[in-house]
């Protein structure tokens, strides 16, 4: 499972983001969220522990909390994804044209 699918179904699973980030809190202490030591992954945690006390406090909401919890979730994947699996292109000859060819 990966951290996309823990929060996905923890946020389906709690409407209210401090019950949603208990859920998300217990995948990762389970090593069930995906790969999680790494500097994108302490930045995601200290997020959503940050959003946690905001929501507490009342200046967010819940579906704002969750929504910027989604944010941080997607530009850490990007950092990651950037880091950790570069994009390699190759180009070569296919019946005769060029094609370039990405992973």
């Keep these: 499972?990966?951290?996309?699918d823990a929060q996905g179904s923890c946020s389906a699973?709690?409407?209210?983001?401090s019950a949603?980030?208990?859920?998300?809190?217990?995948?990762v202490a389970?090593?069930?969220a995906g790969m999680m030591n790494n500097e994108m992954g302490i930045r995601y945690m200290a997020y959503g522990d940050a959003?946690?006390?905001?929501?507490r406090a009342g200046q967010?909401?819940?579906?704002?909390a969750k929504y910027l919890l989604s944010q941080e979730l997607a530009r850490g994947n990007a950092e990651f994804n950037a880091k950790y699996h570069p994009?390699?292109?190759?180009?070569q000859v296919v019946f005769g044209t060029l094609q370039t060819m990405c992973n």
Excluded: F, I
Excluded at 1 to 4: D, F, G, I, P
Excluded at 20 to 27: E, F, I, L, S, Y
Excluded at 87 to 91: D, E, G, K, Q
């Design 30 to 32: 389970n090593g069930t």
């Design 20 to 27: 949603m980030w208990d859920c998300v809190r217990g995948r």
């Design 1 to 4: 499972m990966s951290l996309n």
């Design 87 to 91: 994009t390699v292109c190759r180009t």
């Design 60 to 64: 967010v909401s819940s579906a704002q």
């Design 13 to 17: 699973a709690n409407a209210d983001y």
């Design 51 to 55: 959003l946690n006390e905001q929501y």
